[in-house]
């Protein structure tokens, strides 16, 4: 999470913290957003109770995630409520694409990372069409899931090709 062989940092990374270390913060709030999110569509008429907690422990994972303060408050409700539309079935799975821009800006990559949100699109589009049914939800979350977390990390190794290495010794591209 820190630093890699090549001088390279996450820029939140640099963020001086009020309370807890980078790396815990980090995992916690990443557990909080992704669990919440699955509780979220665990909800069903007999277990209305996942809907409250979903919504809550994704809430607060966003709050905790290393970040400034502001944008972690534009990201955390809009998501929720973003991630909580998914209960309408598969044709809102392209609302994926929020959280994951809210995920771009609250790790502050760079403007053009921000093309890796077409995959996420894209894929909602296509698993719409595939997956009409309400059923299919499993599949449809699985793989959106799969397909955001290849673009976050498409969208790093991006912003860490777009970055001045911070050791003088490291020839410039």
Request: contains cysteine; aromatic residues 10%; hydrophobic residues 50%.
């Amino acid at each position: 999470m820190g630093e890699n062989r090549r001088g390279w940092r996450e820029p939140t990374a640099l963020l001086p913290l009020r309370w807890g270390g980078y790396r815990s913060r980090y995992v916690v709030a990443l557990v909080l957003i992704l669990a919440g999110a699955l509780l979220v569509q665990a909800t069903s008429v007999y277990a209305d109770y996942f809907l409250t907690i979903g919504l809550g422990a994704h809430i607060v994972g966003w709050l905790i995630l290393p970040s400034r303060g502001a944008r972690r408050l534009a990201a955390a409700v809009p998501s929720a409520l973003m991630v909580g539309a998914l209960l309408l079935g598969s044709i809102a799975c392209v609302l994926l694409v929020g959280p994951f821009a809210f995920w771009l800006y609250l790790r502050q990559r760079p403007a053009v990372s921000y093309l890796t949100t077409l995959l996420p699109l894209i894929s909602g589009l296509v698993l719409a069409q595939l997956y009409p049914q309400y059923g299919d939800g499993g599949i449809v979350v699985g793989v959106s899931l799969i397909v955001i977390v290849g673009s976050a990390w498409l969208a790093r190794s991006i912003a860490k090709s777009r970055q001045i290495p911070s050791n003088p010794d490291v020839p410039l591209r």
